[in-house]
Protein backbone atom coordinates (compact mmCIF):
# COMPACT_ATOMS: atom_id res chain seq x y z
CA UNK A 1 0.00 0.00 0.00
CA UNK A 2 2.49 2.42 0.82
CA UNK A 3 4.58 1.79 -2.18
CA UNK A 4 1.28 1.91 -4.15
CA UNK A 5 1.39 5.41 -2.82
CA UNK A 6 4.76 6.92 -3.31
CA UNK A 7 4.23 5.39 -7.31
CA UNK A 8 0.78 7.75 -7.14
CA UNK A 9 2.51 11.14 -5.65
CA UNK A 10 5.71 10.47 -8.19
CA UNK A 11 3.22 10.44 -10.69
CA UNK A 12 1.44 13.64 -10.03
CA UNK A 13 4.69 15.23 -8.95
CA UNK A 14 5.52 14.53 -12.53
CA UNK A 15 2.28 15.91 -14.39
CA UNK A 16 3.08 18.83 -11.87
CA UNK A 17 6.28 19.17 -13.56
CA UNK A 18 5.40 18.49 -16.75
CA UNK A 19 2.67 21.46 -16.73
CA UNK A 20 5.24 23.96 -14.81
CA UNK A 21 7.39 22.92 -18.22
CA UNK A 22 4.52 23.40 -20.79
CA UNK A 23 3.50 26.71 -19.09
CA UNK A 24 7.25 27.52 -19.30
CA UNK A 25 7.81 27.03 -22.57
CA UNK A 26 4.88 28.87 -23.45
CA UNK A 27 5.91 32.43 -22.32
CA UNK A 28 8.61 31.64 -23.89
CA UNK A 29 7.34 30.98 -27.23
CA UNK A 30 5.17 34.19 -26.87
CA UNK A 31 7.43 36.44 -25.98
CA UNK A 32 9.36 35.26 -29.06
CA UNK A 33 6.29 35.58 -31.87
CA UNK A 34 5.92 39.29 -30.24
CA UNK A 35 9.31 39.82 -31.00
CA UNK A 36 9.65 38.01 -34.51
CA UNK A 37 5.96 40.32 -36.05
CA UNK A 38 6.53 43.25 -33.32
CA UNK A 39 10.49 43.23 -34.57
CA UNK A 40 9.54 42.72 -38.57
CA UNK A 41 7.48 45.58 -38.81
CA UNK A 42 9.63 47.73 -36.84
CA UNK A 43 12.73 46.94 -38.57
CA UNK A 44 10.98 47.79 -41.55
CA UNK A 45 10.27 51.45 -40.83
CA UNK A 46 13.54 51.83 -39.15
CA UNK A 47 15.80 50.38 -42.18
CA UNK A 48 13.17 52.98 -44.30
CA UNK A 49 14.63 55.43 -42.32
CA UNK A 50 17.89 55.44 -41.54
CA UNK A 51 18.47 54.17 -45.35
CA UNK A 52 22.02 52.04 -46.42
CA UNK A 53 23.94 54.47 -45.27
CA UNK A 54 22.37 54.90 -41.67
CA UNK A 55 21.61 50.77 -41.74
CA UNK A 56 25.24 50.22 -42.61
CA UNK A 57 26.31 52.50 -39.53
CA UNK A 58 24.31 51.01 -37.03
CA UNK A 59 24.99 47.81 -38.33
CA UNK A 60 28.81 47.78 -38.35
CA UNK A 61 28.25 49.13 -34.79
CA UNK A 62 26.41 46.35 -33.46
CA UNK A 63 28.42 43.53 -35.43
CA UNK A 64 31.32 44.91 -33.45
CA UNK A 65 30.33 44.86 -30.12
CA UNK A 66 28.56 41.78 -30.70
CA UNK A 67 31.78 39.77 -31.61
CA UNK A 68 32.93 40.26 -27.94
CA UNK A 69 29.62 40.01 -26.44
CA UNK A 70 30.54 36.20 -25.15
CA UNK A 71 32.85 38.00 -23.13
CA UNK A 72 29.98 39.35 -21.52
CA UNK A 73 28.46 35.98 -21.23
CA UNK A 74 30.89 33.44 -20.27
CA UNK A 75 29.30 31.01 -21.39
CA UNK A 76 27.96 30.71 -17.76
CA UNK A 77 24.07 30.73 -18.34
CA UNK A 78 23.35 27.15 -19.13
CA UNK A 79 26.01 25.76 -16.15
CA UNK A 80 24.61 28.18 -13.52
CA UNK A 81 20.90 27.23 -14.44
CA UNK A 82 22.69 23.14 -13.76
CA UNK A 83 23.92 24.18 -10.37
CA UNK A 84 21.46 26.39 -9.58
CA UNK A 85 19.11 23.13 -9.98
CA UNK A 86 21.56 20.47 -8.30
CA UNK A 87 22.61 23.12 -5.41
CA UNK A 88 19.71 24.53 -4.58
CA UNK A 89 19.99 24.40 -0.77
CA UNK A 90 23.08 27.15 -1.69
CA UNK A 91 21.32 28.87 -4.70
CA UNK A 92 23.03 32.14 -3.14
CA UNK A 93 26.54 31.38 -3.26
CA UNK A 94 25.94 30.22 -7.21
CA UNK A 95 23.82 33.41 -8.22
CA UNK A 96 26.77 35.17 -6.16
CA UNK A 97 29.58 33.65 -7.71
CA UNK A 98 27.88 34.39 -11.20
CA UNK A 99 26.83 37.81 -10.60
CA UNK A 100 31.00 38.59 -9.93
CA UNK A 101 32.27 37.15 -13.06
CA UNK A 102 29.54 38.40 -15.36
CA UNK A 103 30.30 42.09 -13.80
CA UNK A 104 33.95 41.04 -15.38
CA UNK A 105 32.99 39.58 -18.36
CA UNK A 106 30.96 42.51 -19.26
CA UNK A 107 33.71 45.42 -18.18
CA UNK A 108 36.26 43.25 -20.40
CA UNK A 109 33.23 43.10 -23.61
CA UNK A 110 33.62 47.15 -23.33
CA UNK A 111 37.12 47.41 -23.12
CA UNK A 112 38.35 44.93 -25.27
CA UNK A 113 35.44 45.95 -28.22
CA UNK A 114 36.76 50.14 -27.48
CA UNK A 115 40.45 49.20 -27.67
CA UNK A 116 40.39 46.65 -30.40
CA UNK A 117 38.34 49.00 -32.70
CA UNK A 118 40.49 52.03 -32.84
CA UNK A 119 43.60 49.77 -32.72
CA UNK A 120 42.84 48.14 -35.70
CA UNK A 121 42.64 51.29 -37.32
CA UNK A 122 38.51 52.68 -37.12
CA UNK A 123 39.19 56.04 -35.57
CA UNK A 124 35.34 56.98 -37.74
CA UNK A 125 34.13 59.35 -35.00
CA UNK A 126 30.95 58.32 -35.62
CA UNK A 127 31.61 54.75 -35.34
CA UNK A 128 33.53 54.93 -32.25
CA UNK A 129 30.87 56.78 -30.53
CA UNK A 130 28.14 54.40 -31.25
CA UNK A 131 30.02 50.84 -30.28
CA UNK A 132 30.46 53.54 -26.86
CA UNK A 133 26.91 53.85 -26.83
CA UNK A 134 25.72 50.06 -27.41
CA UNK A 135 28.53 49.09 -25.11
CA UNK A 136 27.42 50.84 -22.12
CA UNK A 137 24.13 48.59 -22.05
CA UNK A 138 26.31 45.73 -21.80
CA UNK A 139 27.14 47.18 -17.96
CA UNK A 140 23.94 46.05 -17.30
CA UNK A 141 24.43 42.69 -18.54
CA UNK A 142 25.22 40.96 -14.93
CA UNK A 143 21.29 41.30 -14.14
CA UNK A 144 20.54 38.29 -16.70
CA UNK A 145 21.77 36.08 -13.27
CA UNK A 146 17.84 36.58 -12.04
CA UNK A 147 16.61 35.09 -15.41
CA UNK A 148 18.87 32.20 -14.91
CA UNK A 149 17.82 31.77 -11.31
CA UNK A 150 13.69 31.92 -12.74
CA UNK A 151 14.82 29.49 -15.51
CA UNK A 152 15.84 26.76 -13.13
CA UNK A 153 12.78 27.48 -10.83
CA UNK A 154 10.31 27.16 -14.13
CA UNK A 155 9.25 30.35 -13.20
CA UNK A 156 10.18 32.42 -16.85
CA UNK A 157 6.85 34.33 -16.85
CA UNK A 158 8.74 36.98 -14.56
CA UNK A 159 11.55 37.65 -16.48
CA UNK A 160 9.85 37.17 -20.23
CA UNK A 161 7.21 39.65 -18.98
CA UNK A 162 9.70 42.11 -18.44
CA UNK A 163 11.56 41.56 -21.60
CA UNK A 164 8.06 41.98 -23.35
CA UNK A 165 7.18 44.94 -21.69
CA UNK A 166 10.57 46.39 -22.27
CA UNK A 167 10.21 45.18 -25.86
CA UNK A 168 7.34 46.80 -26.56
CA UNK A 169 8.17 50.61 -24.93
CA UNK A 170 11.78 50.46 -27.03
CA UNK A 171 9.05 50.01 -30.04
CA UNK A 172 7.31 53.05 -29.14
CA UNK A 173 10.57 54.97 -28.92
CA UNK A 174 11.85 53.57 -32.02
CA UNK A 175 8.75 55.26 -33.70
CA UNK A 176 9.03 58.56 -31.53
CA UNK A 177 12.31 58.54 -32.83
CA UNK A 178 11.62 58.13 -36.16
CA UNK A 179 8.49 61.01 -36.05
CA UNK A 180 11.32 62.87 -34.58
CA UNK A 181 13.71 62.45 -37.04
CA UNK A 182 16.59 62.07 -34.68
CA UNK A 183 19.94 61.36 -35.76
CA UNK A 184 21.44 57.68 -35.73
CA UNK A 185 22.83 57.93 -32.17
CA UNK A 186 19.03 57.67 -30.73
CA UNK A 187 19.18 54.17 -31.88
CA UNK A 188 22.29 53.09 -30.47
CA UNK A 189 21.30 54.26 -27.04
CA UNK A 190 17.97 52.66 -27.51
CA UNK A 191 19.76 49.34 -27.67
CA UNK A 192 21.34 50.46 -24.52
CA UNK A 193 18.33 51.51 -22.81
CA UNK A 194 16.66 48.12 -23.43
CA UNK A 195 19.30 46.50 -21.06
CA UNK A 196 18.89 48.97 -18.40
CA UNK A 197 14.92 48.35 -18.81
CA UNK A 198 15.58 44.85 -18.30
CA UNK A 199 18.16 44.94 -15.32
CA UNK A 200 15.71 47.81 -13.27
CA UNK A 201 12.37 44.90 -14.21
CA UNK A 202 14.43 42.09 -13.05
CA UNK A 203 15.80 43.74 -9.88
CA UNK A 204 12.25 44.50 -9.31
CA UNK A 205 10.93 41.31 -9.69
CA UNK A 206 13.62 39.46 -7.70
CA UNK A 207 13.38 41.83 -4.83
CA UNK A 208 9.85 42.32 -4.34
CA UNK A 209 9.59 38.03 -4.79
CA UNK A 210 12.77 36.47 -3.13
CA UNK A 211 14.89 37.53 -0.20
CA UNK A 212 18.17 37.55 -2.45
CA UNK A 213 21.66 36.64 -0.33
CA UNK A 214 24.44 36.62 -2.71
CA UNK A 215 27.45 35.45 -1.45
CA UNK A 216 30.81 35.01 -3.50
CA UNK A 217 32.24 32.12 -3.16
CA UNK A 218 36.25 31.45 -4.82
CA UNK A 219 35.76 27.19 -4.97
CA UNK A 220 31.84 27.85 -6.70
CA UNK A 221 33.75 30.03 -9.00
CA UNK A 222 36.20 27.92 -10.01
CA UNK A 223 34.13 25.04 -10.77
CA UNK A 224 31.65 27.14 -12.85
CA UNK A 225 34.90 28.55 -14.92
CA UNK A 226 36.14 25.30 -15.29
CA UNK A 227 32.32 23.66 -16.36
CA UNK A 228 31.82 27.09 -18.78
CA UNK A 229 34.96 27.63 -20.28
CA UNK A 230 34.47 25.06 -23.33
CA UNK A 231 30.94 26.69 -24.06
CA UNK A 232 32.59 30.40 -23.94
CA UNK A 233 35.04 29.28 -26.62
CA UNK A 234 32.38 28.38 -28.75
CA UNK A 235 30.12 31.13 -28.01
CA UNK A 236 33.26 33.28 -29.15
CA UNK A 237 33.74 31.74 -32.61
CA UNK A 238 30.25 31.08 -33.38
CA UNK A 239 29.42 35.15 -32.51
CA UNK A 240 32.40 35.87 -34.46
CA UNK A 241 31.86 33.76 -37.37
CA UNK A 242 28.17 35.02 -37.69
CA UNK A 243 29.24 38.93 -38.01
CA UNK A 244 32.75 39.02 -39.30
CA UNK A 245 31.73 39.39 -42.73
CA UNK A 246 29.55 42.39 -42.20
CA UNK A 247 33.37 43.27 -40.38
CA UNK A 248 34.90 42.84 -43.72
CA UNK A 249 31.94 45.37 -45.88
CA UNK A 250 32.12 47.80 -43.23
CA UNK A 251 35.84 47.65 -42.89
CA UNK A 252 36.66 47.18 -46.45
CA UNK A 253 34.62 48.89 -48.61
CA UNK A 254 32.10 51.53 -46.54
CA UNK A 255 28.79 51.48 -44.30
CA UNK A 256 26.41 52.26 -47.40
CA UNK A 257 27.37 48.99 -49.03
CA UNK A 258 27.08 47.00 -45.41
CA UNK A 259 23.51 48.54 -45.35
CA UNK A 260 22.43 46.70 -48.30
CA UNK A 261 24.37 43.69 -47.41
CA UNK A 262 22.97 43.64 -43.73
CA UNK A 263 19.66 43.98 -45.12
CA UNK A 264 19.98 41.26 -47.03
CA UNK A 265 21.74 38.78 -44.19
CA UNK A 266 18.55 40.12 -41.63
CA UNK A 267 15.97 39.06 -44.01
CA UNK A 268 17.46 35.63 -44.84
CA UNK A 269 18.68 35.04 -40.90
CA UNK A 270 15.27 35.80 -40.25
CA UNK A 271 13.97 31.72 -40.87
CA UNK A 272 17.10 30.55 -38.76
CA UNK A 273 14.71 29.83 -36.10
CA UNK A 274 13.23 26.68 -38.33
CA UNK A 275 15.72 24.02 -37.77
CA UNK A 276 15.66 24.85 -34.08
CA UNK A 277 11.81 24.13 -33.55
CA UNK A 278 12.20 21.50 -36.29
CA UNK A 279 15.24 19.48 -33.95
CA UNK A 280 13.43 20.34 -30.46
CA UNK A 281 10.49 18.00 -31.50
CA UNK A 282 13.36 15.41 -32.97
CA UNK A 283 16.03 15.72 -30.41
CA UNK A 284 14.10 13.86 -26.93
CA UNK A 285 12.91 10.78 -30.25
CA UNK A 286 17.00 11.18 -31.02
CA UNK A 287 17.92 10.87 -27.34
CA UNK A 288 15.63 7.71 -26.58
CA UNK A 289 16.97 5.81 -29.88
CA UNK A 290 20.20 6.38 -28.93
CA UNK A 291 20.11 5.47 -25.27
CA UNK A 292 18.13 1.98 -26.75
CA UNK A 293 20.89 1.47 -28.81
CA UNK A 294 17.97 1.25 -31.99
CA UNK A 295 21.05 2.48 -33.95
CA UNK A 296 19.42 2.05 -37.89
CA UNK A 297 16.56 3.78 -36.62
CA UNK A 298 18.68 6.16 -34.87
CA UNK A 299 20.89 7.25 -37.56
CA UNK A 300 17.59 6.78 -40.22
CA UNK A 301 15.52 9.62 -37.95
CA UNK A 302 18.75 11.62 -38.52
CA UNK A 303 19.19 11.33 -42.36
CA UNK A 304 14.89 12.02 -42.67
CA UNK A 305 15.53 14.78 -40.36
CA UNK A 306 18.44 15.97 -42.47
CA UNK A 307 16.17 15.71 -46.21
CA UNK A 308 13.02 17.75 -44.96
CA UNK A 309 14.91 20.68 -43.18
CA UNK A 310 17.02 20.68 -46.69
CA UNK A 311 13.48 20.18 -49.00
CA UNK A 312 12.48 23.22 -46.66
CA UNK A 313 15.72 25.70 -47.14
CA UNK A 314 15.07 24.95 -50.98
CA UNK A 315 11.50 26.09 -51.04
CA UNK A 316 12.38 28.87 -49.29
CA UNK A 317 15.48 29.78 -51.32
CA UNK A 318 13.49 29.57 -54.79
CA UNK A 319 10.73 31.49 -53.23
CA UNK A 320 13.56 34.79 -52.10
CA UNK A 321 14.94 34.31 -55.45
CA UNK A 322 11.43 34.77 -56.98
CA UNK A 323 10.46 37.43 -54.59
CA UNK A 324 13.14 39.24 -53.66
CA UNK A 325 12.91 42.20 -56.00
CA UNK A 326 9.10 42.88 -55.65
CA UNK A 327 9.43 42.66 -51.92
CA UNK A 328 12.66 44.94 -51.39
CA UNK A 329 10.82 47.15 -53.30
CA UNK A 330 7.43 47.24 -51.85
CA UNK A 331 8.50 46.83 -48.41
CA UNK A 332 11.98 49.19 -48.21
CA UNK A 333 12.17 51.33 -51.12
CA UNK A 334 13.66 52.03 -54.38
CA UNK A 335 16.60 53.39 -52.14
CA UNK A 336 17.37 49.36 -51.49
CA UNK A 337 17.01 47.44 -54.76
CA UNK A 338 21.08 46.67 -54.41
CA UNK A 339 20.45 44.44 -52.14
CA UNK A 340 17.89 42.40 -54.46
CA UNK A 341 21.15 40.49 -55.66
CA UNK A 342 23.24 40.19 -52.69
CA UNK A 343 19.19 38.22 -51.31
CA UNK A 344 19.81 36.15 -53.96
CA UNK A 345 23.18 35.02 -53.44
CA UNK A 346 23.01 34.94 -49.64
CA UNK A 347 19.70 33.06 -49.75
CA UNK A 348 21.64 30.17 -50.70
CA UNK A 349 23.40 29.91 -47.34
CA UNK A 350 19.86 28.48 -45.89
CA UNK A 351 20.84 24.85 -47.03
CA UNK A 352 23.60 24.23 -45.56
CA UNK A 353 22.70 25.84 -42.52
CA UNK A 354 19.60 24.19 -41.96
CA UNK A 355 21.38 21.08 -43.16
CA UNK A 356 24.32 21.67 -40.56
CA UNK A 357 21.92 22.03 -37.89
CA UNK A 358 20.59 18.47 -37.08
CA UNK A 359 24.49 17.70 -37.04
CA UNK A 360 25.22 19.86 -33.96
CA UNK A 361 22.36 18.35 -32.42
CA UNK A 362 23.94 15.06 -33.08
CA UNK A 363 26.88 16.05 -31.44
CA UNK A 364 25.79 16.89 -28.34
CA UNK A 365 23.62 13.34 -28.06
CA UNK A 366 26.86 11.28 -28.90
CA UNK A 367 29.11 13.77 -26.53
CA UNK A 368 31.37 15.30 -29.01
CA UNK A 369 31.16 18.92 -28.75
CA UNK A 370 34.71 19.43 -28.90
CA UNK A 371 34.26 18.24 -32.67
CA UNK A 372 32.20 21.16 -33.46
CA UNK A 373 34.44 23.77 -32.28
CA UNK A 374 37.26 22.18 -33.83
CA UNK A 375 35.29 22.42 -37.26
CA UNK A 376 33.61 25.75 -36.09
CA UNK A 377 37.37 27.06 -35.64
CA UNK A 378 38.26 25.63 -39.21
CA UNK A 379 35.78 27.29 -41.09
CA UNK A 380 36.30 30.97 -38.92
CA UNK A 381 39.53 30.90 -40.47
CA UNK A 382 38.67 29.77 -43.87
CA UNK A 383 35.53 32.21 -43.71
CA UNK A 384 38.08 35.46 -42.90
CA UNK A 385 40.40 34.36 -45.32
CA UNK A 386 37.66 34.47 -48.01
CA UNK A 387 36.21 37.55 -47.16
CA UNK A 388 39.47 39.79 -47.50
CA UNK A 389 39.95 37.92 -50.75
CA UNK A 390 36.69 37.55 -52.23
CA UNK A 391 36.05 41.29 -51.49
CA UNK A 392 38.37 43.06 -52.62
CA UNK A 393 38.05 40.79 -55.72
CA UNK A 394 34.44 41.59 -56.56
CA UNK A 395 33.30 44.17 -53.91
CA UNK A 396 30.36 43.30 -51.61
CA UNK A 397 29.33 40.06 -53.18
CA UNK A 398 32.52 38.60 -52.00
CA UNK A 399 31.25 38.22 -48.95
CA UNK A 400 27.70 36.46 -49.57
CA UNK A 401 29.93 34.17 -51.94
CA UNK A 402 32.63 33.65 -48.43
CA UNK A 403 29.21 33.06 -46.42
CA UNK A 404 28.13 30.57 -48.52
CA UNK A 405 31.86 28.25 -49.47
CA UNK A 406 32.30 28.82 -45.28
CA UNK A 407 28.69 27.07 -44.48
CA UNK A 408 28.85 24.64 -47.12
CA UNK A 409 32.25 23.49 -45.92
CA UNK A 410 31.29 23.30 -42.40
CA UNK A 411 28.43 21.07 -43.61
CA UNK A 412 30.67 19.22 -45.90
CA UNK A 413 32.80 18.50 -42.26
CA UNK A 414 30.34 17.47 -40.27
CA UNK A 415 28.68 14.94 -43.03
CA UNK A 416 31.42 13.40 -43.68
CA UNK A 417 32.41 12.98 -39.49
CA UNK A 418 29.04 11.67 -39.27
CA UNK A 419 29.29 9.05 -42.02
CA UNK A 420 32.83 8.30 -40.67
CA UNK A 421 31.46 7.18 -37.06
CA UNK A 422 28.85 5.27 -38.22
CA UNK A 423 31.00 3.00 -40.66
CA UNK A 424 33.03 2.69 -37.64
CA UNK A 425 30.34 1.73 -35.30
CA UNK A 426 28.49 4.44 -33.19
CA UNK A 427 30.17 3.98 -29.62
Known amino acids: MKKWLLELK ?6 ANLRRASVNSSWLFTEQIIRLFVGFFISIVTTRYLG ?15 MFSAFASLGLDGIVVKRLIEKKESS ?4 GSAFILKIFGSLLTVILSLVLLILFGQHDFQTIILVLIINLGYVFLPSSIVDLYYQSKLKVRYTASVRTIVYLVITI ?16 LLFSLEMVLNAIGYGYVF ?3 EKPQLNFDWLETKKIISLAFPVFLSTLVVGIYLKID ?4 GFLINKESLGYYSLAVSLVQMFYFIPTIVIASVFPILVEEKNNLNLISY ?3 IWKTLKYLSITAIILIICANICSEFLIRLLYGQQFMLSVNLLNVYSLNLLPVFASSIFSYWLIIENK ?18 NYFLINLVGVMGAGIASLISNGLLFSLFGLFFIKTFKNGVK
Open 92 to 95: GTVL
Open 52 to 66: PKGLGLLSYANSWVC
Open 299 to 301: KNK
Open 369 to 386: QRYGLYFQVITLIVNSSL
Open 246 to 249: QIFV
Open 10 to 15: GNFDSR
Open 207 to 209: LKK
Open 173 to 188: LKFVCIMAKVNIYFFG
